[in-house]
Structure formats: C-alpha cells, structure tokens
C-alpha cells in the first residue's frame, strides 16, 4: 500500500489515506481505497478506569478506525478515476462524522462494548 494523503481533522485526529490497489492481470486491477484513523485511548472516555486497561489489554493503543473501499476487474485506464471517486465519496460521505468531536469517544467505546459482547472474539490479552 502506499500513502496517497494524510488529512489533519479538527478533532486533532489525522487520517490516513492509503492506495492498495494492485494489478491483477495485464490490463486489470483491484481499486483500493483504505482510510486509517489512530485514535488514542484515554482514561477519560471511561467511567471505570478498570474497563480502559481490560480495553488497552485487548486492542492495543492506539485503536485504528479503519474505512475500506474496493472494486476489483476494473481496467488499468479507469484505475485513478475511480480511486479519486472513492476518495471524493469518503470526504463527502464520511469524513464529516469523523472530523465530530465525540468521535473517539464514541469510538474507543463501541470498540469496547464489541469487546463485552464478544470476549471469544477478543480475549483478554492481560
């Protein structure tokens, strides 16, 4: 993967846009698009400050939003059309939610109720 930009948000994350397409014949390719947003964990996010570390224990910080876009059997001529169109859709589309101050709250905390209800998907690592 390469990376195609880096884009500072007003709530101080920066996101990361990268370009995983790749080729897959001589005149075909799989289109790419991967947006990864490192998003700190903080204890003040919690209620319980036992529930912060079970979270770092498990996912690590920082935590990374990770948005993906893809196409596959897409002409090598049309490649950097439709990533660009990928990439106009992301900051249309998502990018404003992302760039909400609550985001990494609401973030670090879905990523934390995923945890509880689902501990054999994410055993504790602690």
């Not at 400050?49 to 596959?72: D, I, M, Q």
């Not at 950097?80 to 909400?100: G, I, Q, T």
Request: include cysteine; charge should be neutral; charged fraction near 30%.
């Amino acid at each position: 993967m390469t990376l195609f930009e880096e884009i500072i948000l007003p709530n101080g994350l920066v996101a990361e846009i990268w370009d995983g397409s790749r080729l897959i014949a001589a005149d075909t390719t799989t289109v790419v698009l991967v947006v990864k947003i490192p998003v700190v964990l903080k204890e003040e996010y919690f209620e319980d400050p036992a529930a912060c570390r079970k979270t770092a224990r498990v996912f690590g910080s920082p935590l990374v939003y990770e948005y993906r876009n893809e196409r596959t059997f897409i002409t090598v001529g049309e490649r950097e059309a439709l990533f660009n169109e990928f990439l106009a859709n992301f900051k249309k589309d998502v990018l404003p939610y992302l760039s909400k101050d609550h985001f990494p709250k609401r973030f670090v905390l879905s990523k934390y109720q995923e945890m509880i209800k689902d501990p054999w998907k994410h055993p504790d690592r602690g």
